[in-house]
């Protein structure tokens, strides 16, 4: 690890002045991917500027939706009575990802900014345009069982790990950010990219502006997240489906849903909610739906389970949400 | 910089510079190898302590965050009884994973008394009461243990679970 200065930010003001005027800086919060990255020499910065203290840490009710500060930690986020009761998938996608004593630290700014887990991208040693544009992807040629198979580039393949973030883009969350020049809201399933011929840039953040919070509209109740994963428990998804269903008289009435650790971001589903919406409850249906969403799947070699995989996933998702509703 | 911490109810002033993690600090620093470093990247909480209460990654956690922090290592709990049950119900092998696996167990046992869900609670809305194998299992998951000791670290987790539940209260 590198020597790096450290501040505390005292306001939102003084963390986005601090980093938006040094190129070298970036914003601290849990720590549990920045300093793993730190220490693999991923990352590289001449300052820390630690925003885990920043009075960001409420959730709060909105007229019509809910608050979640950037500082709530992932654990005290998942518990939290208001998003158990009108949102069960987030607490469940939060719940499904890395360990209690992670979650204990990890933030929901960080959460959202966390870097793939490609091993290329974590192992300075081998070539990887995220890391280091233009030296080449070393994951299309070599492993990539958990590379991404919608939204791909020939110059990277990976997925974007969150769980959280996957179950706010089927809520329409939106990501509240402070920059230099104001606040901007951006929609969670536009704020990260699909690495075309720049996966280096993750988001569409700039650099010095400071997630404060996510906005979660409306309820959602009949929602769930569905993960599967090499393990039943603290591993990355390999494919994962939030979706949050309406059905009245046996019709699909509105259909949301997110799929994750298929692309280089939360992948909205929109073929498939399309496909729902006004369709009558049914196996087929859901398979139909599904298969419309995966038409533009273009897997590897090493991940083409992928593709069946995220379609028995969602149709398992929309049969658990709908089931007894006919 | 110099940072203040409480270290199992001891004061200790110490001056680190900033990319020293809470772990080094502990065991390098300031002597306190009731910590233990497995992994050293947050994949087998070895290193888990408590800080503030809450049960964290040392390894991950840069010392001057924890400014002001009491954090509460294995040696700080030998006389509660998850150490004791562990012991009682041969919860280890070598020992390595034991330290961070108690520390973890207090912090678990501590979420549960709040009634905070887990993944696989069949239903994230309403009070955890009481935990099940699965429940304890999955809590404990972010303790990796080597030699295979998980068998009685559940059975001496669930012991003071129920204890406490017959207790009414938490005797943690
Ligand atoms: C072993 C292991 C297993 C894991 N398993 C899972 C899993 O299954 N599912 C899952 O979703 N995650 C998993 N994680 C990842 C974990 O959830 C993330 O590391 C965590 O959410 C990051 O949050 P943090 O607050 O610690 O961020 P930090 O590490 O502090 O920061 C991460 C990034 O976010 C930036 N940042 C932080 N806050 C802000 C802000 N407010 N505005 C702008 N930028 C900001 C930082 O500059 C940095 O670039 C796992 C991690 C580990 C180590
Ligand atoms: S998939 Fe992306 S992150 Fe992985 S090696 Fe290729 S360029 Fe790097
Ligand atoms: S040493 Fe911290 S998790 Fe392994
Ligand atoms: S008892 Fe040896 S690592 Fe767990």
């Known amino acids: 690890m590198n020597p790096f200065d450290y501040e505390q930010a005292t306001d939102v003001a003084h963390a986005v002045g601090a980093v938006t005027r040094n190129p070298g800086a970036v914003f601290l919060a849990g720590g549990t991917n920045l300093v793993d990255h730190l220490k693999l020499g991923v990352s590289d910065p001449e300052l820390l500027v630690d925003v885990s203290r920043l009075p960001l840490d409420e959730v709060r009710e909105l007229p019509d939706g809910v608050r979640v500060g950037a500082a709530v930690r992932n654990s005290d986020l998942a518990a939290h009575p208001l998003i158990r009761r009108r949102f069960p998938v987030l607490a469940q996608a939060l719940l499904a990802g890395a360990s209690g004593q992670l979650r204990n630290l990890a933030t929901t700014g960080g959460n959202l900014m966390q870097r793939t887990r490609c091993p290329y991208f974590q192992d300075v040693t081998t070539p990887c345009n995220k890391r280091r544009p233009g030296a080449g992807c070393s994951a299309i040629g070599g492993h990539h069982r958990d590379a991404a198979i919608l939204g791909t580039s020939q110059h990277c393949v990976a997925t974007h790990p969150s769980d959280m973030a996957v179950a706010m883009a089927a809520l329409d969350g939106v990501v509240r950010v402070q920059g230099d020049g104001g606040e901007r809201g951006i929609p969670v399933a536009e704020f990260h990219r699909l690495p075309g011929d720049e996966p280096q840039r993750d988001t569409v953040l700039r650099h010095g502006e400071l997630i404060t919070a996510v906005d979660l509209p409306g309820t959602a109740s009949r929602s769930v997240y569905r993960k599967v994963r090499e393990r039943a428990s603290y591993a990355f998804a390999l494919v994962s489906v939030a979706a949050v269903v309406e059905v009245e008289d046996g019709v699909v009435r509105e259909a949301r849903i997110a799929l994750g650790g298929v692309a280089h971001k939360p992948w909205r589903a929109t073929q498939a909610e399309d496909a729902l919406r006004g369709a009558v409850v049914g196996e087929q249906v859901f398979r139909d739906a599904a298969e419309a969403e995966l038409a533009a799947a273009a897997p590897l070699a090493g991940n083409a389970f992928k593709v069946p995989m995220a379609r028995n996933t969602l149709v398992a998702a929309l049969r658990q949400l709908t089931g007894g509703q006919r | ?172």
């Open chain 2, 1 to 172: 910089m110099e940072i203040t911490w409480t270290v199992d109810g001891e004061l200790f002033v110490l001056a680190v510079e900033p990319r020293v993690t809470v772990l080094d600090a502990l065991r390098e620093y300031l002597g306190v190898n009731s910590v233990k470093k497995g992994c050293d990247h947050g994949q087998c909480g070895a290193c888990t302590a408590l800080v503030d209460g809450r049960r964290v990654l040392t390894c991950l956690s840069l010392a001057v965050q924890c400014d002001g922090a009491e954090i509460t290592t294995a040696a700080g709990l030998g006389e509660r009884p998850v150490a004791r049950a562990f012991v009682e119900h041969d919860g280890f092998q070598c020992g390595y994973c034991t330290p961070g696996q108690v520390c973890s167990a207090v912090g678990m046992l501590d979420e549960a008394a709040r009634g905070w869900p887990s993944h696989v609670t069949e239903d994230v809305a309403a009070d955890v009461d009481g935990l099940s194998d699965d429940e304890i299992r999955e809590r404990m998951s972010g303790n990796l243990c080597r030699c295979g000791a998980y068998v009685n670290i559940v059975a001496a987790i669930r012991e003071v679970a129920e204890r406490a539940s017959r207790a009414g209260e938490g005797a943690r």
